[in-house]
Antibody, heavy 118, light 107 residues
Framework: QLQLQESGPGLVKPSETLSLTCTVSGGSISSGTYYWGWIRQPPGKGLEWIGNIYYSGRTDYNPSLESRVTTYLDTSKNHFSLKLSSVTAADTAVYYCARSSGGQWLDWGQGTLVIVSS | DIQMTQSPSTLSASVGDRVTITCRAS??????LAWYQQKPGKAPKVLIYKASSLESGVPSRFSGSGSGTEFTLTISSLQPDDFATYYCQQYNDYPWTFGQGTKVEIK
């Protein structure tokens, strides 16, 4: 059974870069059938799609974040990563990594809370 | 961006009730819509994809319908485990967007 696990700092200072990794077990991120992505949820609020990355390396990002977002795959470690630069308090959220097939998010990590504060 | 609007925002219901949640898209998304259930402190779980296809393992009391701009999620007989927040999501066009959520509470 596929499992995803987010990891990274829970506290990031304003203007710095948020970096998270999603480790995948029970399946390969090299599968061309699926794509991988990030979704976030500010405390008490709704869900926001951040972006996707495909096995080919193609990426799609939310235009509202595109200038600050980078995602990449590391097939040797079977994980994918997110970097979000120049963070502010508005970036405080639970960050989820997930796997998609066709657009719906089939499998999710448990989520990791990232707080932006000095 | 395609805006997704859910109604109601909160719904109070009793065990056994039939419950319907509506999701409207700001432009046509064909049937490229998914529904999720989220419980406090947990990741969302997909219930329905392509507007009306039931995800494997999801109870048959959940059903989805609609196309174009108007969609519904129906729970035919509400169970104690169904009290949660429900989200719709369109994946017809980037950026993929979610509705604001509908919280189903115990009446």
């Amino acid at each position: 059974q596929l499992q995803l696990q987010e990891s990274g700092p829970g506290l990031v200072k304003p203007s710095e870069t948020l970096s998270l990794t999603c480790t995948v077990s029970g399946g390969s991120i090299s599968s061309g059938t699926y794509y991988w992505g990030w979704i976030r949820q500010p405390p008490g609020k709704g869900l926001e799609w951040i972006g996707n990355i495909y096995y080919s390396g193609r990426t799609d990002y939310n235009p509202s974040l595109e200038s600050r977002v980078t995602t990449y795959l590391d097939t040797s470690k079977n994980h994918f990563s997110l970097k979000l630069s120049s963070v502010t308090a508005a970036d405080t959220a639970v960050y989820y990594c997930a796997r998609s097939s066709g657009g719906q998010w089939l499998d999710w990590g448990q989520g990791t809370l990232v707080i932006v504060s000095s | 961006d395609i805006q997704m609007t859910q109604s109601p925002s909160t719904l109070s219901a009793s065990v056994g009730d039939r419950v319907t949640i509506t999701c409207r898209a700001s432009q046509s998304i064909s049937t490229w819509l998914a529904w999720y259930q989220q419980k406090p402190g947990k990741a969302p779980k997909v219930l329905i994809y392509k507007a009306s296809s039931l995800e494997s393992g999801v109870p048959s009391r959940f059903s989805g319908s609609g196309s174009g701009t108007e969609f519904t999620l129906t729970i035919s007989s509400l169970q104690p485990d169904d009290f949660a927040t429900y989200y719709c999501q369109q994946y017809n066009d980037y950026p993929w967007t979610f509705g604001q959520g509908t919280k189903v509470e115990i009446k």
